[in-house]
């Protein structure tokens, strides 16, 4: 079942340009121009675009701050501006700089306080921060103000604080962002197990791409208010044919072209005794080890997966090209 269903979904805006000492010319822009978007329960999307694409419009809108210009939107079976408040009490929301913890406060009356804002019974409450508290090790400064945290630790309270209502989907926009490998590596690990266990149905834009590969099976990647891809990581490998690199290393010197050609299977490099292939994602990487087994001792075999930024920089600049 569909808990967040978009059909044409547009968002304009309108900017007023200058084209003269005193004169002003009024054009409109649409931020996202027509989306349709269907998120199952429990799903975790990865939603990624250049700056200027149109993510941040369409969280707004999914979370009520925006209304749309045109086409049709559903948020847990409600209509995100018109039932705003309803669905604040369903969703969960980190959203950039602004925060849902009180500066002042320690951590923990600042959770208490969110308790008494959602209405949340104190037994459904405890039961959900000792969750957090034990996958996000918040122990250590759960009575320590707001302002005195650093930011990792800030980060970790911000995700209890929009789960303690035990929210249907969490919208998160940049969660790892200026945050130390430490502190990138306990969220992830959160983010990790919380999708896992398919509770929550969770929405993550990032400008970090490992964050979308070690997290997300579905990306939708939008450019200029249009989604472009829509599947999943592999399906965008295949799309661009990207290329696995595998580095085989002999015990000795091997004649390069001593093995029949494999298909998908490039060779990029021979060098005494060692080989660089290339393979595309039809190709077996057990083929081509079966192979070079049969043409001499291996002492080595290292597997280079492709670089994400690699293949989502070449569909921006597939984008860029089809616009001129």
């Excluded at 990792?152 to 926009?173: C, N």
């Excluded at 690990?189 to 969770?202: S, V, W």
């Excluded at 400008?207 to 599947?231: F, N, T």
């Excluded at 080890?289 to 070449?314: H, K, Y």
């Amino acid at each position: 079942m569909a808990v967040i269903e978009a059909l044409g979904l547009r968002k304009e805006f309108t900017v007023r340009r200058k084209t003269g000492r005193v004169r002003r010319e009024t054009h409109v822009v649409a931020a996202v121009d027509g989306i349709d978007l269907a998120v199952e329960r429990g799903e975790l999307l990865g939603y990624l675009g250049p700056n200027g694409a149109g993510k941040s419009t369409t969280l707004k809108m999914l979370t009520g701050v925006l209304m749309p210009t045109a086409g049709s939107l559903s948020v847990c079976g409600l209509t995100p501006v018109p039932q705003r408040r309803r669905l604040a009490r369903r969703i969960g929301v980190v959203f950039g700089q602004r925060s849902a913890l009180q500066w002042d406060l320690p951590l923990r009356e600042s959770f208490e306080l969110l308790r008494h804002v959602y209405r949340v019974e104190s037994r459904s409450h405890s039961a959900a921060l000792n969750r957090c508290r034990s996958l996000l090790d918040l122990d250590s400064f759960m009575d320590t103000p707001v302002r005195q945290l650093s930011l990792g630790q800030r980060m970790r309270g911000e995700l209890t604080a929009a789960l303690l209502h035990g929210p249907e989907i969490l919208f998160l926009d940049e969660p790892t962002i200026g945050l130390d490998v430490l502190s990138k590596q306990a969220v992830r690990q959160f983010l990790a197990e919380l999708g896992a266990a398919g509770d929550t149905t969770i929405v993550l834009t990032t400008h970090d791409l490992a964050d979308i590969e070690r997290l997300c099976r579905r990306i939708v990647v939008i450019d200029h208010g249009h989604v472009v891809h829509d599947g999943t990581l592999t399906e965008l490998h295949a799309r661009y044919n990207s290329r696995r690199r595998v580095t085989v290393d002999f015990a000795e010197p091997v004649e390069p072209g001593g093995w029949a050609t494999l298909p998908g299977v490039t060779l990029e490099q021979a060098d005494g005794a060692r080989v660089v292939f290339g393979l595309e994602s039809t190709a077996e990487v057990g083929d081509l080890l079966a192979q070079m087994v049969a043409v001499g001792t291996l002492r080595d075999v290292t597997i280079a997966e492709p670089e994400i930024e690699d293949v989502i920089s070449r569909l921006y600049t597939a984008q860029m090209l089809t616009r001129r």
